[in-house]
């Protein structure tokens, strides 16, 4: 039973050659019927298979007959294809064959292209030469240059295998026949020798086509070499600039480029050379005669260097065209640079000369006598700077209008310009404007030195004036040497000037200025009964104190407004950025010096109010005497006359108004505050020591009042924050309770100057408030 059963489980699933390989094993009935049972469900499967085959027979059928249909399709298709395939390669053939026909065709039709091209060259080149002759024998130079030109680039043009080229060269050489001749491209292309050119001995080809045409230019060429150089050469004997010009223009395009180039250049500096030797000349004549004021005069070496940079300048200008158009941008800065040293060499002699003659290095040493005799060697003495400052403009003017020539040139890529420019600042003639660029340094701080010790000397109260002389004599020197030295252009010399400005100011000048406080005191009290303030004398004691008063004052704006001046100048001279900030860096040194003469002007100020304040003090200290703690019938007594306001008043009025004429109004008015701020102290002090009812809170307060309102009249700016301690104490004396501070303490529109602890003790002061309610305020 056990295998029956295990083999009926195998045989789920059984295919049939496993039936039959378990049918051989069968030993009874049982698995017999078992694998009956197998075969009968394997069979059953085996026909639902076939089943499902047989279903599918139709469509099997009908796929195999469309089949059958395509292999005929096929074969069509093929014989198609191969037939298609056939054609193809027989056009390709034949496509083949037509485009090497035709290459062949362009091919030719570019030969006979180029032929025709070449042909017309060498017709072109034939009338060139038959022109020339004409030109030669009529005598027109420049048109028999142009045709040496166009015969040049027709030559090569034939000789050239393209096209293209060719066509290019020809189209130059028609183009080129109706304009005056300058070398063009082809000019600058020979540049600096003749090599590659048919004027160069031996170039031509035996078997060029043009090469007997091209014997008969060279020889022309050679004849009309002859005859411009001779030309040229007559032209420059007689200084016909014009003729000058015009051989000049031609040398190049017959190939003479180095010979027409150095010919030309000798012409100009021959031109500026014979004037500079006549202006030295008449200069070495001049300062030859005995030295006197006149002599000194005649001597002009400013006229004689400005007429040598400006000849420079001028050849430079007028030529600029005919140069490059004849010899190129590099032939041009040979022509530029050949005039520059020329003119160097004069400068510098002339330079030299002025340095021997003026014997500058003696007179910076040499600080002068200032006496009866000063003022005309300080007139002398400041032409000679005048004289310095000049030479030194016109030398930078130079130096600037060279850089700029040859920048111009640089951008252009020749890059002997771009060497040169970096080399300029080292060249001899930068070199001695620097020395005289010391000198001018050294002279202006003498001549700053001299002048204002004459203007020290020379002071005195003026009619009318509220400072002393010197100040304005100081003043009118320092911004004259500050423009001079900016008119030299030299960022260094411009620091130096100006720190010896600042330098004059903060020593001789300030210590001019100086006196003892003892000169101020005639300022203190009030004038004498009937005096005529209008007309005191400017030699009075009183005068003179008050314009050394002012003289700080006025000084220190004074020095404002020249740092002002030159900072306008600093920016029209100098363009670059680092010049500019070094220049505002000693300028700022000036600002610095303004506020010393502010603080010095305010210590002044300060001392004469305190001087006053004795003065003022006795009506002040009636305070003390008087009493806050007030019965109705003594507010009423004090309503009606007062005890000590008035009077006191009167004397800031009798000690104070005298001076509003002789103080500038800065003074005066930082003289009135000084007064007031000491007053409101004093007042306060003394109002401290009193004891104060409701009454009493009401007068103080209405006293404050009138004092504000006075006093606003006796200046232009305001005068409450002084009293403003004195109004805020007067208002806490006339609250009706304590409490009644809170209302207004922390009030964003009333700023405070009394500290908590401060309002408390002037609460205190009034008799109807209690310590403890005072006390147990929160001011916090």
């Not at 030719?108 to 004409?134: G, T």
């Not at 010979?259 to 250049?265: D, E, I, K, P, R």
């Not at 040859?406 to 080292?426: F, R």
């Not at 007594?637 to 009798?654: G, H, I, K």
């Amino acid at each position: 039973m056990t295998a029956v059963t295990e083999g009926s489980g195998q045989g789920q699933g059984l295919n049939p050659v496993e039936l039959l390989q378990q049918a051989e094993r069968v030993s009874n009935v049982q698995e017999a019927s078992a694998l009956l049972s197998e075969a009968i469900l394997c069979e059953k499967q085996v026909d639902n298979h076939l089943n499902d085959i047989l279903s599918k027979r139709n469509t099997l059928e009908r796929g195999l007959a469309n089949l059958k249909d395509s292999l005929g399709l096929l074969d069509l298709m093929q014989k198609h294809a191969e037939s298609i395939a056939g054609s193809t390669k027989q056009a390709s053939s034949l496509a083949e064959d037509v485009s090497r026909r035709v290459r062949e065709l362009d091919a030719s039709q570019s030969r006979v292209s180029e032929a025709m091209r070449r042909l017309d060259c060498v017709v072109d080149a034939e009338r060139a030469v038959e022109e020339l002759k004409e030109a030669l024998s009529e005598g027109e130079y420049d048109k028999a240059a142009e045709r040496i030109q166009t015969f040049t680039q027709l030559y090569f043009a034939v000789g050239v295998k393209s096209g293209s080229a060719a066509s290019t060269a020809g189209a130059q050489a028609e183009s080129q026949g109706d304009q005056t001749p300058n070398g063009g491209l082809e000019g600058q292309r020979q540049g600096r020798s003749n090599k590659g050119s048919i004027l160069s001995e031996g170039d031509e080809s035996s078997s060029h086509v043009l090469r007997e045409s091209a014997k008969v230019v060279k020889e022309c060429a050679k004849n009309l070499r002859e005859v411009v150089l001779e030309k040229f050469e007559k032209a420059a004997k007689e200084r016909d600039h014009d003729q000058v010009k015009r051989f000049a223009s031609i040398l190049g395009p017959i190939g003479l480029v180095e010979s027409g180039l150095q010919a030309f250049t000798k012409y100009l500096i021959g031109l500026i050379s014979s004037r500079a030797t006549s202006e030295y000349d008449n200069l070495l004549a001049e300062i030859s005669i005995p030295k006197n004021l006149e002599s000194e005069r005649k001597a002009d070496f400013n006229a004689a260097l400005t007429g040598l940079y400006r000849d420079i300048a001028e050849a430079i200008e007028a030529n600029t065209q005919l140069i490059t158009e004849a010899y190129g941008q590099e032939g041009f800065v040979d022509v530029v640079l050949s005039l520059h040293q020329e003119a160097e060499t004069r400068a510098v002699q002339i330079l030299r000369k002025f340095v021997e003659y003026r014997q500058l290095a003696r007179a910076i040493e040499s600080k002068g006598e200032v006496g009866s005799s000063g003022g005309d060697n300080v007139t002398s003495f400041e032409r000679t700077i005048d004289e310095v400052v000049m030479l030194c403009m016109r030398s930078e003017e130079y130096n600037n209008c060279i850089k700029m020539v040859l920048s111009t040139a640089a951008e252009q890529g020749v890059e002997k310009a771009s060497s040169t420019i970096n080399s300029l600042g080292g060249s001899p003639l930068n070199c001695v404007v620097r020395e005289l660029n010391a000198y001018y340094t050294g002279l202006e701080d003498n001549y700053m030195e001299r002048t204002i010790q004459m203007a020290i000397q020379m002071d005195e109260c003026v009619d009318g004036a509220l400072t002393s002389s010197l100040v304005e004599d100081a003043f009118f020197i320092l911004q004259k040497c500050g423009r001079r030295g900016m008119a030299t252009g030299n960022v260094q010399c411009v620091c130096s000037v100006l720190n010896n400005i600042n330098n004059h100011l903060c020593n001789a000048f300030l210590s001019a200025l100086r006196h003892d406080n003892s000169v101020y005191e005639c300022l203190v009290g009030s004038p004498e009964e009937g005096l005529d303030l209008e007309a005191i004398d400017n030699t009075s004691n009183t005068a003179k104190a008050a314009q050394a008063v002012n003289n700080f004052d006025v000084s220190s704006e004074y020095i404002k407004k020249l740092k002002a001046d030159l900072d306008m100048y600093t920016f029209e001279v100098f363009e670059s950025t680092d010049s500019r900030n070094r220049v505002q860096s000693c300028l700022s040194d000036l600002l610095r010096t303004s506020q010393e003469f502010e603080k010095i002007s305010a210590s002044t100020i300060e001392y004469v109010a305190l001087k006053l304040m004795p003065e003022l003090r006795p009506s002040i200290d009636a305070l003390s005497s008087l009493s806050f703690n007030l019965s109705d019938s003594e507010y009423a007594m004090y309503e009606a006359e007062d005890p000590w306001l008035s009077d006191f008043l009167s004397r800031m009025e009798e000690h104070l108004g005298w001076l509003r004429g002789l103080l500038t109004s800065q003074n005066y008015e930082a003289l009135v505050h000084s007064v007031l701020g000491h007053t409101a102290k004093r007042i306060e002090a003394l109002l401290l020591q009193k004891r104060f009812n409701q009454l009493g809170g009401l007068l103080l307060e209405k006293d404050v009042r009138n004092m504000v309102n006075y006093t606003s009249n006796m200046t232009q700016r305001t005068v409450r924050d002084k009293f403003a301690r004195l109004t805020q104490m007067a208002t806490l004396l006339n609250l009706e309770s304590p409490q009644e501070v809170l209302d207004y303490w922390g009030d964003e529109s009333m700023m405070w100057r009394l500290t908590p602890f401060e309002v408390k003790r002037a609460l205190k002061l009034r008799v109807e408030f209690r310590a403890v309610e005072v006390d147990g305020l929160d001011l916090t």
